[in-house]
């Protein structure tokens, strides 16, 4: 062990570390607690890398003095997911309590040895803001799939531990794969499924350490026993059991098998009586358990252990804050004291998002990989000063999300810097050369884990373990900057796994924007309209496994769904997902050999983009059966629903899966609009490239194949787009029979004030091809637009009755049957009905015959007081970007409830034009009122914006609908003092976004810009008639 020196150092600092300053990440400008005078003593505590710390701390200190030491020196903001274990006298596994003196809970503190480890486990890890946090919480993976903890099949583990593989010595290499599994143990059976292993591994090439553990998380959330630690009990009848809690309440086991779940809603009580656990539950007539459930533990102890864990789970992951202290009693005490201590989730998440955390590098210590992200100045004196490892290079791995510096320190110190690329505006999104296995992330809500040490409290320190001295103000006491101790072998010279701040020459934490001009990054256009490329086709490959995977999944679950059209899907989808999957790889593979961050060391030029594209359009080409196909799987499906209530309900359940974020029928769409996505691509690359550029000929010659291709399915297209809007319009009508019919185009919807006797009154509008349809918002649980009546079109005037009626923007339309007064919210909103009712009559005329009747019953029956006003929904509830997609179903949320809320319409020409502005990316987001800017994955469809944490979540996290949003770029009054930003704003609702580029800037502003303004404005009237 590192014997304490007599010399002070700066707050914070580790082994070989640059001074810090004491800056920390956990309250910035803080320095570490302050402790009460009084002997110095020192606490060992092994890290989640096995590496031991020493930290010394005085003897009246409580726990919590210790656990923010450890805190602020690993620069971990996202701390209280963890805790603080060791062996107590009485060799039970205890939690340290931090309200409690330290040295009045560990009885030999020089015999112990305290493990910092996962405490709390998150239900959605995308929770988990912080890479550093992630990182951790992988190596608790790492730890228990070694010592059998996580219990799983065969094909979990093997690509669980091909993940770690991934981040430790990057992409695949038979014989460093093998070699590295025959000398590391990460699995009691690993021999027996080592072939899968490497198997697995093959496919993660490009897969940085991050997005690596990020796979690990979410495969192991999906394992029953992830986060479990298992409590010996015995039921009433001697049954032997274990006790297990997590963040929904409390579980009982039989052996490895989950038997019951009390969840904490229905827990009314606590609480254990010597050896008897007892918990208390709500009463409830429908449920078979009593009132109050026993279980004997092995002693009190046992019990009390378990009862203070629960207490702290349901605290940290029911309460808003932290719970108060009970007054202390006057006479006499009743019952525990015990209480959580420490924040809860929710201010855990409200405290990294709200705060503007400075951006700190920390070292993995079993990564081998090179990193290549840009060098300080400060960088070549502190590679000098780090002490030489043996056959391996240690990576600091920077934050993917938040673009932190990376350093390499490399066997010889004095090596030079890999190449330096990264953003030109301090941020980018994943490594493009993930593989496409990638994609297989979500960000569903995980079970909880809770993770044991893989070592007893009082083992003495494992052979090679680094140690460093921390004393209660921060300061390092060792031999200099060196770290190196007089008589340590050279075994026990390693780094630190988790580096301190890296500082400016002023001490503080280097920003964000301090990195921008030491940055590389392609800057030729042509790369980003690739980076464009590379962005939609994740979403679009996302779209597909919605079809391929989830819906499949859901339809095989029922009996009820007819095969014919299960077996129409999958085999007009699976071979067009399996395509994509591989164009997709190339791409990545393209990017990453684009911007030099691939370590495939492959000789040529990679600066284009064509070759991928022709070759792949060509293939697709052979595609085409299929696609020409999709149209009839929609009108199956269709057909299928109205036949059988049961398949209706079997896809109106899916339609409420956070999964399925758009109407199922448009993704079933989505292969036929990624064409267009494509061609435009092409357009822009064809008209940046000179004609002499070794990429324009693969442009131009992919760019007439696909143009062909649109050309031969546009047809098709239209009237799909068509049939998909009448049907999404079915769900949201009630009262209406045979809406999708032959012959039928809908041409505009949205919302009108209507003029009454008693008075105006707000009315959706449907405008289609034979006749115009007026409904307010009924009260069903989907909140369904109902009938009021219908104008047919054939002989109907319009005309303008402002002046008459002294209303602003109003106008009268003429009906054979009845007249309807109506006024528009503006000028603009009146001339777009005008025109288009206009252009509608004369599409009535020009029919052979006048349709039949939309409403299903006759209009008294089905006609509402006009004073029966909806009920209307505030803008908070409609689904703004803090809201939750969980909220209600996706119905509620549909572009009919936009427009009625927002008080605007929309044409088909306008979801014509939405198809083909369709954007995927990374940006940074910010609100009105907070300082920091949060980095999320966004993705622009349906005239809305959904927010993703990555690119790798199956579902959004929030949505924004942009109908009615103005979009501009902020004032300098505004204070936003960076480049390529742009400002939504609605009422009193302002949000800023940051993207990395001019390009990607101007391409955001040109697709929102079509959702906020009309683009059938835009259009003469004779275009929009052709249209239809």
């Not at 358990?289 to 629960?310: N, Q």
């Not at 990294?352 to 993995?364: C, G, H, M, Y």
């Not at 809770?450 to 140690?467: I, K, Q, R, T, W």
């Not at 956070?658 to 996505?677: K, T």
Request: charged share 25%; aromatic share 10%; hydrophobic share 35%.
């Amino acid at each position: 062990m590192v014997e304490p020196a007599d010399r002070p150092s700066a707050a914070g600092q580790r082994l070989s570390a640059p001074e810090s300053f004491g800056v920390s990440t956990l309250e910035p400008g803080l320095r570490p607690p302050t402790q009460p005078p009084g002997r110095q003593v020192s606490i060992r505590v092994q890290m989640l890398d096995d590496t031991q710390e020493v930290f010394q701390i005085s003897q009246r200190s409580p726990g919590k003095v210790l656990f923010d030491l450890i805190c602020v020196h690993l620069n971990l903001a996202e701390g209280d997911y963890f805790g603080l274990e060791y062996q107590d006298h009485r060799k039970m596994t205890v939690w340290l309590d931090l309200l409690k003196p330290t040295l009045k809970q560990i009885r030999r503190p020089k015999n112990t040895i305290l493990r910092f480890v996962v405490k709390f486990f998150p239900p959605d890890h995308t929770q988990l803001l912080e890479e550093l946090t992630r990182y951790l919480f992988a190596l608790q993976i790492k730890r228990d799939l070694a010592c059998g903890r996580l219990i799983c099949n065969d094909t979990s583990a093997a690509l669980m531990v091909s993940h770690i593989i991934q981040s430790e010595i990057g992409d695949f290499d038979e014989t460093q794969s093998w070699q590295h599994l025959l000398h590391n143990k990460y699995l009691p059976d690993q021999d027996a499924i080592r072939d899968k292993i490497t198997d697995c591994h093959r496919k993660h090439v490009g897969q940085t350490p991050a997005e690596s553990d990020y796979q690990l998380l979410e495969i192991a959330r999906r394992l029953e026993m992830y986060g479990i630690r298992l409590h010996p009990a015995k039921d009433r009848e001697g049954t032997k059991l274990s006790l297990a809690v997590a963040h929904t309440g409390v579980l009982v086991f039989q052996g490895y098998t989950k038997i019951n779940a009390f969840n904490w809603s229905k827990i009314r009580k606590l609480s254990f009586k010597r050896k008897r656990f007892l918990i208390k539950l709500r009463a409830d007539p429908a449920s078979a358990h009593h009132d109050t459930l026993e279980f004997t533990m092995a002693s009190r102890d046992c019990c009390k252990i378990f009862w203070k864990i629960c207490v702290e789970y349901h605290a940290f992951f029911r309460l808003f804050e932290e719970p108060k202290p009970k007054p202390k009693p006057i006479l006499f005490t009743r019952g525990s004291s015990f209480r959580f201590s420490g924040r809860t989730q929710k201010q855990i998440i409200d405290y990294v998002k709200d705060s503007e955390l400075k951006k700190v590098p920390f070292e993995r210590k079993h990564s081998k990989i090179l990193s290549s992200v840009g060098m300080s100045p400060q960088s070549s004196s502190f590679r000098s000063q780090v002490p030489k490892e043996s056959a391996m290079s240690v990576q600091l791995a920077d934050y993917p999300d938040s673009s932190r510096l990376v350093y390499q320190a490399a066997s010889n110190g004095s090596e030079e810097p890999p190449a330096a690329t990264s953003s030109a505006n301090g941020f980018h999104d994943a490594d493009p050369a993930q593989s496409s296995q990638n994609h297989n992330g979500t960000g569903t809500a995980p079970d909880p884990q809770f993770l044991n040490p893989e070592s007893p409290g009082s083992e003495d320190s494992p052979a090679g373990s680094p140690h460093v001295v921390v004393n209660g103000n921060g300061s390092v006491h060792g031999q200099g900057m060196s770290g190196i101790v007089p008589g340590q072998s050279p075994e026990r010279q390693q780094l630190s796994p988790l580096t301190s701040p890296l500082l400016t020459d002023a001490g503080c934490v280097r920003h964000d924007d301090e990195e921008e001009a030491r940055r590389k990054f392609p800057t030729d256009k042509a790369y980003f309209i690739a980076k464009e490329l590379l962005t939609t086709e994740r979403t679009y490959l996302k779209d597909l496994q919605v079809i391929t995977e989830s819906f499949q999944s859901a339809a095989g679950k029922e009996e009820i769904f007819p095969d014919s059209v299960k077996n129409l899907i999958s085999a007009n989808y699976d071979p067009i997902y399996k395509f994509h999957q591989g164009f997709l790889k190339e791409v990545e593979q393209r990017l990453a050999q684009w911007e030099g961050r691939s370590n495939a060391h492959i000789k040529g030029d990679y600066q284009r983009i064509g070759d991928i594209l022709l070759k792949n359009i060509q293939g697709l080409r052979q595609l085409t059966i299929h696609l020409q196909k999709h149209s009839e799987c929609l009108v199956e499906l269709e057909r299928a629903c109205r036949s059988a209530r049961k398949v209706e309900a079997v896809c109106r359940d899916f339609e409420q899966q956070r999964v399925c974020y758009l109407p199922f029928n448009i993704f079933l769409l989505r292969p036929l609009h990624r064409l267009l996505h494509y061609k435009l691509i092409l357009e822009r690359l064809c008209k940046h490239y000179p004609p002499t550029h070794d990429d324009f000929r693969d442009c131009r010659a992919a760019l007439a194949d696909i143009s062909e291709m649109v050309l031969q399915l546009q047809g098709s297209m239209m009237k799909m787009d068509n049939f998909q809007k009448l049907l999404e319009l079915k769900k949201d009508l009630t009262g209406i029979d045979n809406l999708a019919i032959p012959g039928r185009e809908f041409i505009r919807l949205g919302c009108l004030s209507k003029l009454s006797g008693k008075g105006l009154q707000q009315r959706m509008f449907f405008l289609f091809s034979d006749s115009l349809v007026y409904t307010s918002r009924g009260m069903t649980p989907s909140n369904q637009f109902k009938v009021h009546g219908q104008l047919p079109l054939y002989g109907m005037t319009i005309r303008e009755s402002e002046d008459e009626w002294g209303v602003p923007h109003s106008f009268t339309l003429f009906g054979q049957r009845q007249s309807v007064v109506v006024a528009a919210s503006c000028a603009a909103e009146m001339e777009r009905w005008v025109e288009d009712i206009r252009m509608a009559i004369d599409l009535a005329e020009q029919s052979s015959s006048p349709n039949t009747d939309l409403v299903s019953t006759s209009l008294s029956d089905n006609k509402l007081s006009e004073d029966g006003g909806a009920d209307l929904e505030s803008e908070e509830e409609l689904g703004g970007s803090r809201s939750s997609l969980e909220r209600q179903g996706h119905r509620g949320n549909t572009t009919v409830h936009v427009c009625w809320h927002r008080n605007t319409s929309v044409s088909m020409v306008d979801f014509s034009v939405a198809v083909e502005n369709q954007l995927s990316g990374n940006l940074l987001r910010k609100f009105k009122n907070s300082n920091g800017w949060q980095k999320l994955w966004v993705v622009f469809t349906n005239f809305s914006l959904f927010f993703y944490k990555s690119h790798q979540d199956d579902y959004p996290l929030a949505s924004l609908p942009l109908l009615g949003y103005s979009v501009t770029v902020p004032s300098e009054s505004e204070n936003i003092h960076k480049d390529y930003v742009f400002k939504l704003h609605f009422k009193s609702h302002v949000y800023y976004f940051r993207s990395e580029s001019e390009y990607t800037f101007e391409r955001w502003m040109e697709v929102i810009r079509s959702a906020t303004c009309s683009a059938s404005r835009s259009l003469p009237s004779t275009t929009r008639k052709d249209l239809y």
